[in-house]
Each structure stands twice: as C-alpha cells, then as structure tokens.
C-alpha cells in the first residue's frame, strides 16, 4: 500500500504494540512481588562480579546482555540490578509473552514486545528500529537476550545480532554519552522449566504462552529450586571498540557480529560453577553415571584445587562450600541418589534425570576443557 496515511496509522499499530510504557508503580509491585518469589523458591540469590558495572562512568548509557536460560531471567534480572540502585532497564520480550495480564503487566514494568522475525516486514522493522534510537537518544538503558531464545541444552547459543545492530547503528548517529555493553551470566540449580524443556528435546511441540499456561504452571511454587547466579562479565566499550577497529566500522551488522561473539566469549568467562553443575560434570563422566561416594569427593576435591589455582578466567566463580553441604544440595534439587554397595556408598544418577544433569553439565563444560 503506498497511501500515506494508511502507512502512518499502521506504523503507530505497530508503535502501540512494541513500546513499553514503564510506570513506577509497577515497578515498584515487580520489586515486592519478585522478592518473595526469589525467597519462596531459592535458597539463595548471588549476584557476582557487581563491581564490574558499579565503576562504569555515572553517564555512561548500558546496554545489558544476559544469556537466557529461563522465564525467571526477566524478573530476576531487572529485580537485581534494582536492588543494586539501577533503574530497571527496558526489556526486550518476545511478543508469545504479550498475553493477558502478563503483557500489560511486564509492558508497565520496562518490557517492549518484538516479532521473532522482521522478515518481509520493512515498515515492522523501520518502527522497531525508531523505537531502539529514541530509547538510546533518551538515554534508557536496555536488556535484551544475546542469545535471541532460552537455551534448551544448557551451552550458550550462537549469538542473534539483529537488535545489537540496531544498538550499534543508533550509537554511531549520536554518540553523546559513552556506551557500554555488560555480559551477565545467569544459571540456576534447578530450572523451573527444566521438564519441559526435556519434553521439547524429545520432540514434543513447544506450548504457546498464555494465561491457562500460567495458571496450571502456578504448581512450581510448591517446589524448592536451589539457588540462583547473577554474575557480570568485563563490559565492552563500543566507543573503544570504534578506536580500536580500523576495518568495518561503517558496517554495523560486521560490527555486531565481532562484538556479538566478544559479548558470548565474556558471559562464558563470567561463569559460576555451582555444586550442581560441578557433580553433574563428573558424574556423567564415570561409566553408568554412578560413582563410589568417597571417589567422588576426591575428585572434587582435585579438580575443584586445579581450577582454583590455574582458573579458567579471573572472572569465574566458584560457590563455595564443603563436599558434604554440595553433594547434599545437589541430591536435594536434581534427583540424584546415595546407595549402599558392597563395596561402599555409591553416588548415582537414576535414568529419568539423567537428560537435566546433562542440561546442568553443560552450563559449564568448557570450564574443563582445557585441565581435561
């Protein structure tokens, strides 16, 4: 259609469905409402490596790029940095989440909806693109997932440059304040989602978001899911970046895609290995997923010493903690079992849990690559 004013009301249909319209007030009730969430459901919440974004300039405009690993992100995320004195940033959601009374709701607190492809959509992806600029022109700071989805394996997904581009383009229009880029790692001892992401491996379609959905997923609250990791990577300058870069700088999806990967490689440095994942590694490991209680604490013991005196990255954590209090917490949130044997107590993975603790493993596979 080339009339103008069909193409104006249809580009405000769509301004109307992407923006957010942040309201204190619902901030404010996320605050409270996440609070007793986190305590209802995880032992603990740690955030890591905070000085990493407290020592950033008081100007500087930040972008924050988690990777993505459950619903929960949204809420914790925003939640943290809340609690660490930053104002909530704007969010990018996929538009499944824009559903009754979820989209209202996460559109009061900072979230802004977004296809999950701009393809053969250019007067979509012009409208999005204006609504990223004047964000950055009135000096919002962001979050949206590097990663485009939530991982279903537990690696980190190849990064989706599309709306770092946009970021990109809207800075070298008008670079007045510094602009950062903050990696965060985030992981779990237990996902909420774990199941069905199992189910989704095996085949079964992905459920659409709704409101039925949310009511029947409402059970979980009766769980107990360990613990919850929020830890920054080293932020990217892209005023930096520019200098440094003689090649490209005039092409932002180049740029993004050299970022982007800079961006993965700096979450996966950021890493927390947890009890969880720690176990689970050695674990599956062993023939049968199973090993003699007393050989396991060993090998925890010798690894856990190998990475703490040549460690992956400065900026990985370790949880700290004795063998006894990680294995009984492990047992706790994922299933795994103590039998006795003839020949001592035996530490095993039983078949059903096997698939999650391989989901735990891989969160921190590449830890070990290298001591292995």
Known sequence: DTDPAKIEHQAYKYAQEIAASMSHQTVRF???LVKWLSNKLYDNVETINTEKVHNLPKNAELIFLPCHRSHMDYLLVGYLLYKMGFMPPH??????????PAGPLLRRGGGFFMKRTFRGNELYKAVFNEYIHYLLRENFSLSFYIEGGRSRTGRLLSPKIGLLS???????????RPLYLVPIWVSYSKLVEGHSYLREIWGVKKQTESLQRLVKGATFLKSKFGSAYLS?????SVEDYFQKETENTSNPIQISRKIGLTVVQRIQQSCVLSPVSFLSTI??????????????KKITYELKTLLESCPYHQNMHIVSGLF??????????????RSSHPGGVVIHAPEEVKPLLAYYRNNS????????
């Not at 674990?283 to 396991?296: H, I, V």
């Not at 006894?324 to 079992?337: A, H, P, R, Y």
């Not at 596979?365 to 292995?372: A, D, E, R, Y």
Request: no cysteine.
């Open 283 to 296: 674990l599956f490991a062993t023939p049968n997923s199973a090993l003699a209680e007393e050989d396991l």
């Open 232 to 236: 920054f990577g080293d932020p990217i």
């Open 324 to 337: 006894d209090s990680w294995l009984q917490k492990t047992m706790e949130v994922t299933g795994i079992k």
């Open 166 to 176: 946009m970021v990109i383009s809207g800075y070298q229009k008008r670079p007045s």
């Open 91 to 100: 969010t990018a959601a996929g538009n499944n989440l824009n559903f009754w």
């Open 30 to 32: 996320f605050v409270l």
């Open 365 to 372: 596979l590449h830890i070990f690559v290298l001591p292995s």
